[in-house]
């Protein structure tokens, strides 16, 4: 059986092969044209093994001659009349799918080095991080021969039309919480638009990025002049969120507790969507906490590369120490510690699930961005009362609502200011639904159509028609 067979059954089992644990890290320079090249200060910078605290490798360290050089190649790649510029469309859709291909072969060596570099759960890197990359970029990839413009109905003696058009080079910055997930993000649609990229991973996570660029490569010489374009720098970039999660009394509780659950422990609690504001009625709160706490202390911490093990460390120690100054900060405001509340073990950056309760909208922990494995679990009465409380907050990036009145669910889906609102779930996306957020959880939208609208420029045509033919 060949390695994509092996890969499909593993998929189709739902099975999880066991990591390589003793990868080399071959991939560390700076990606500018199809070639590796040393940094022109000469200077490097290590990369750290959160869950051992060691050194993984050093990686060529981008400043600004570097990115100057990168963009230079992106705006020459991007001239009109360069192969790229004039490569049919659906042959930039073939490419797309070509490095989707070499992912998908290389989906063991990519899941490796997403949880020894990111900490990640190895079985959800190779089973949900990988797949949503492929999904992403095969789904633009499809669309890289259906993006048209459409005629314009005016005055008889003109024709009128539009044309949706690259934008040019495209600064693309990761977040480290998400690393190959987001490149695939970003990376899709820009380049299925026909545009060119520079791509800056996250400091602290560059690896997978690094290693998707020798894959690109390896596509082949005209794909070079499209994406082969990505250089390191110090940069780290995340999403802004501190989503609400409403909880009503006539929802499903086994189910609630669970999404909530999920909403804000998954990934160590570091997504920009995690359901970090939980908000349960009344009526139910005290039997709500209590199975909250049950779920939170179930957990194994460890090394993420070990199959048993359900929580990995936090990204570094700077996050590992914000989060532990927000659990303080908890405790000392008057929250109730129910569980965790502190850090785990004496090497890596591990910390214990924490679970709130008797949280007040003004403490810190309800009002910060924690990224990190604690839950605070607030207290409401009625609907108003907790539309204006989940609104309260400078962002906007996601919700989520547990019920069984439709027309509650619905009323409500309508007053969140969220980019994303879920109802009896979490979490829950594709690459055909936009994401994005309202107020200061970031502009424009992500993924699915809406996603290529950041890529293009509408230029409308007109043409007087002679009027010797009209």
Known sequence: MSSKEQTSANLAEGAVPAPLTNLKIQYTKIFINNEWHDSVSGKKFPVINPATE??????????????????????????????????????????????ADLMERDRLILATIESINGGKL???????????????????????DKIHGSTIPIDGKFFSYTRHEPIGVCGQILPWNFPLVVLAVKIGPALCCGNTVVVKPAEQTPLSALYVASLIKEVGLLIKEAAGKSNLKRVSLELGGKSPCIVFADADLDSAVEF????????????CIAASRLFVEEAIYDKFVQRSVERAKKYTLGNPLNPEVQQGPQIDKEQYTKILDLIESGKKEGAKLECGGGPFGNKGYFIQPTVFSNVTDEMRIAKEEIFGPVQQIMKFKTIDEVVKRANNTSYGLAAGIFTKDLDKALTISS????????????????????????????????????????????????????????
């Open 122 to 144: 190895f079985s959800n890197a190779y089973l949900m991080d990988i797949s949503t990359s492929l999904k992403i970029i095969r789904y633009y990839a499809s669309w890289a």
């Open 260 to 271: 909530a659950h999920q909403g804000v422990f998954f990934h160590q609690g570091q997504c």
């Open 54 to 99: 060691e050194k993984i490798c050093d990686v060529e360290e981008g400043d600004k001659e570097d990115v100057d050089k990168a963009v230079k190649a992106a705006r020459e790649a991007f001239q009109f009349g360069s192969p790229w510029r004039t490569m049919d469309a659906s042959e930039r859709g073939r490419l797309l799918n070509k490095l």
């Open 415 to 470: 007053a969140l200011q969220a980019g994303t609102v879920w109802v009896n779930c979490y979490g829950a996306s594709s690459p055909q639904a936009p994401f994005g957020g309202f107020k200061m959880s970031g502009n424009g939208r992500e993924l699915g159509k809406y996603g290529l609208h950041e890529y293009l420029e509408v230029k409308t045509v007109t043409v007087k028609i002679s009027e010797k033919n009209s």
